[in-house]
């Protein structure tokens, strides 16, 4: 056989391979924003701590190799510019467990997604304070909902989250309305 003639058997194999590959992640590329509500309570979900509005943008990235997470909440008080939180996921090989890393948001370990679609995951995560954070998501009916388990020695709570899906002139409007009003800052 010629040099040439299997360089193109080499390059058709290639090329069919690939073609031939099922598609890891489904749907997996995209930006998709959420509003809502933040919501604290004692560990056992029985007495309400208190809420915060909330704004996530999630950015599916490289095919669902990774999702970058920008979460907003106002300031602690009025005065304060509102709290950024940018978290990366990053998939570990080919499996459907993702590392994480945060600017701002202080948080290791892993999210591990149950199906193609990263539509329902799992956390196990560490805070930077110490402690345990556990508890599992999901992406059902046009909304994201959460329940976080924060387990540490100075303030273990439930966390839940609702944001509903929403338009990104929506999303950047409720960002906006979190911010103080000027001179206020």
């Known amino acids: 056989m010629s040099p040439a003639r299997a360089l193109a058997l080499a390059c058709a194999a290639a090329l069919l391979s690939a073609c031939a590959a099922p598609a890891f992640i489904k749907n997996a590329a995209g930006i998709e924003y959420y509003h809502g509500e933040t919501r604290f309570f004692s560990p056992d979900g029985r007495l309400p ?10 950015e599916v990235l490289d095919g669902g190799g990774m999702i970058i997470e920008t979460f907003t909440q106002p ?33 290791s370990g892993t999210v591990t997604f149950s199906g193609r679609a990263l539509d329902k995951w799992k956390y196990d995560l560490r805070p930077e304070g ?24 100075d303030r273990p709570m ?20 979190m911010k103080p009003l000027p ?3």
């Open 158 to 177: 439930l966390v839940r989250e609702e944001l509903k899906k929403v338009s990104r002139e929506n999303y950047f409007r409720r960002v906006e309305a």
């Open 183 to 185: 001179g206020t800052e």
């Open 75 to 107: 300031g602690v008080s009025p005065g304060m510019p509102p709290e950024e939180r940018i978290t990366t996921l990053t998939r570990i090989g080919r499996s459907l467990s993702y590392s994480v890393s945060g600017y701002g948001s202080a948080l």
């Open 130 to 153: 110490g402690g345990y954070l556990t508890g599992a998501g999901e992406i059902r009916d046009g909304a994201l909902l959460t329940e976080k388990k924060l387990d540490r020695p």
């Open 49 to 58: 701590y208190g809420g915060a509005d909330s704004a996530l943008k999630r």
